[in-house]
T-cell receptor, first 110, second 113 residues
Framework: QQPVQSPQAVILREGEDAVINCSSS?????VHWYRQKHGEAPVFLMI?????EQKGHEKISASFNEKKQQSSLYLTASQLSYSGTYFC???????????FGGGTRVLVKP | DADVTQTPRNRITKTGKRIMLECSQT?????MYWYRQDPGLGLRLIYYSFDVKDINKGEISDGYSVSRQAQAKFSLSLESAIPNQTALYFC????????????FGDGTRLSIL
């Protein structure tokens, strides 16, 4: 079953913060985050394994809440380069395939 | 050179034609995947292969078939193309270790008239 991402879209001014959520109705083994710029391939950002760890990539970080079966991606002090569509991919067992959410479109304006 | 190469990059064809999309990789990864992307629907898995002898259906395999010719090559075929298969298709690879990142090709934009 596809994870649900929210919001579907967000518009930010440079320097502002945003949070993107990825929720699952099934128990998660891991959550992957990818960013896709218009007309390009998705690019890997980070993986979070169950256990609630937090990771970072530039000023983008993420957390994994095992109780809620939810991961959140934090865009801090956003830059123009952060614009794109962010996808979470959920893994329901070790070594299994990913199921991707519908994506969150992020636009960062000057 | 790209690590994951998809050919062709763009293709326009007619309903009923047989089409093959090809993917080759130089990353040495065992796992390969084919996804379809439609606006607003994210990436949906068509087929995946964890090694040369292992082929698995994804969530939307109807109307598609695949061939894993070698560790480095994974082809997707549309036996008789129909207009609702118009989409952006991505190939991806990953290492066989648990929970590894997927690396995507640049995509094939397919239009079926």
């Amino acid at each position: 079953q596809q994870p649900v991402q929210s919001p579907q879209a967000v518009i930010l001014r440079e320097g502002e913060d945003a949070v993107i959520n990825c929720s699952s109705s099934k128990a998660l083994y891991s959550v992957h985050w990818y960013r896709q710029k218009h007309g390009e391939a998705p690019v890997f950002l980070m993986i979070l394994l169950k256990g609630g760890e937090q990771k970072g990539h530039e000023k983008i970080s993420a957390s994994f809440n095992e109780k809620k079966q939810q991961s959140s991606l934090y865009l801090t002090a956003s830059q123009l380069s952060y614009s794109g569509t962010y996808f979470c991919g959920t893994e329901y067992g070790a070594g299994n395939k990913l199921t991707f959410g519908g994506g969150t479109r992020v636009l960062v304006k000057p | 050179d790209a690590d994951v190469t998809q050919t062709p990059r763009n293709r326009i064809t007619k309903t009923g034609k047989r089409i093959m999309l090809e993917c080759s990789q130089t990353k040495g990864h065992d796992r390969m995947y084919w996804y379809r992307q439609d606006p607003g629907l994210g990436l949906r898995l068509i087929y995946y292969s964890f090694d040369v002898k292992d082929i698995n259906k994804g969530e939307i395999s109807d109307g598609y078939s695949v061939s894993r010719q070698a560790q480095a090559k994974f082809s997707l075929s549309l036996e008789s193309a129909i207009p609702n298969q118009t989409a952006l298709y991505f190939c991806a690879t990953s290492d066989l270790r648990v929970s590894q990142p997927q690396h995507f090709g640049d995509g094939t934009r397919l239009s079926i008239l």
